[in-house]
């Protein structure tokens, strides 16, 4: 398996920002799609932001464009999400997950993170 380890979840008022980090093994991240996705407490896993294995191409749900950013470090086996203008709605379990093509669907992504938690307060 290739293990992966998300980290920077907490608890913010609306407005904020927070930066998400998922390390993964170098063996496997460097050719890898990324993605983060989220779920909160009752709904199904959703999408939000993935980045293709050389960080060329990336992609965002509508509900956080413009607002977060996917990001990876391929030195450092590493893929961020900097959240900005967070809000409440924005509450959830945010899980990094790793595939060999990109993709929004959670179906395509065989290894994924313990999840992180972040509460947005209003």
């Known amino acids: 398996q290739v293990p992966l380890v998300e980290s920077g979840g907490g608890l913010v008022q609306a407005g904020g920002s927070l930066r998400l980090s998922c390390g993964a093994s170098?063996?496997?991240?460097?050719?890898?799609?990324m993605a983060w996705f989220r779920q909160a407490p009752g709904k199904e896993r959703e999408f939000v932001a993935r980045?293709?294995?050389?960080?060329?191409?990336?992609y965002y749900a509508d509900s956080v464009k413009g607002r977060f950013t996917i990001s990876r470090d391929n030195a450092k086996s590493t893929v961020y999400l900097e959240m900005n203008s967070l809000k409440p709605e924005d509450t959830a379990v945010y899980y990094c997950?790793?595939?060999?093509?990109?993709?929004?669907?959670?179906?395509?992504?065989?290894?994924w993170g313990q999840g992180t938690q972040v509460t947005v307060s209003s």
């Open positions: 980045i293709t294995w050389n960080g060329g191409s990336t």
């Open positions: 170098r063996r496997t991240f460097s050719s890898a799609s």
């Open positions: 997950a790793t595939a060999p093509s990109p993709s929004t669907s959670p179906r395509m992504y065989s290894y």
